[in-house]
């Protein structure tokens, strides 16, 4: 059975840091992209970073030099460090794994919110 659950949200203040985990089983990791995405009220979904493979990242503009995405394939896990965080990073935040050679083989977790208040 394929699990994706992610933990490190949480209620912070603006400009304060996150770090989040999805640690991943019943896949080979090593043969999936992982991303993370969010979702805020009434909008919809959208990716915020990318991890085809250790070396090789990619993020929305909108979080672009504030937050950083890696893996740790020996650990099965993907991490989001979320620095500077703004009111408009309040979203709950999914983690994705998509097979690199079957992209219709995908899995998301569960998710965990995100708010970021005065």
């Known amino acids: 059975q394929v699990q994706l659950v992610e933990s490190g949200g949480g209620l912070v203040q603006p400009g304060e840091s996150l770090r989040l985990s999805c640690a991943a089983s019943?896949?080979?990791?090593?043969?999936?992209?992982m991303g993370w995405y969010r979702q805020a009220p009434g909008k919809q979904r959208e990716l915020v970073a990318h991890?085809?493979?250790?070396?090789?990242?990619s993020y929305a503009d909108s979080v672009k030099d504030r937050f950083t995405i890696s893996r740790d394939n020996a650990k099965n896990t993907v991490y989001l460090q979320m620095n500077s965080l703004k009111p408009e990073d309040t979203a709950v935040y999914y983690c994705?794994?998509?097979?690199?050679?079957?992209?219709?083989?995908?899995?998301w977790g569960q998710g965990t919110q995100v708010t970021v208040s005065s």
């Open positions: 991890i085809p493979r250790v070396s090789t990242t």
């Open positions: 994705n794994a998509q097979h690199r050679s079957n992209p219709n083989v995908a899995y």
């Open positions: 019943g896949i080979i990791f090593s043969f999936y992209n």
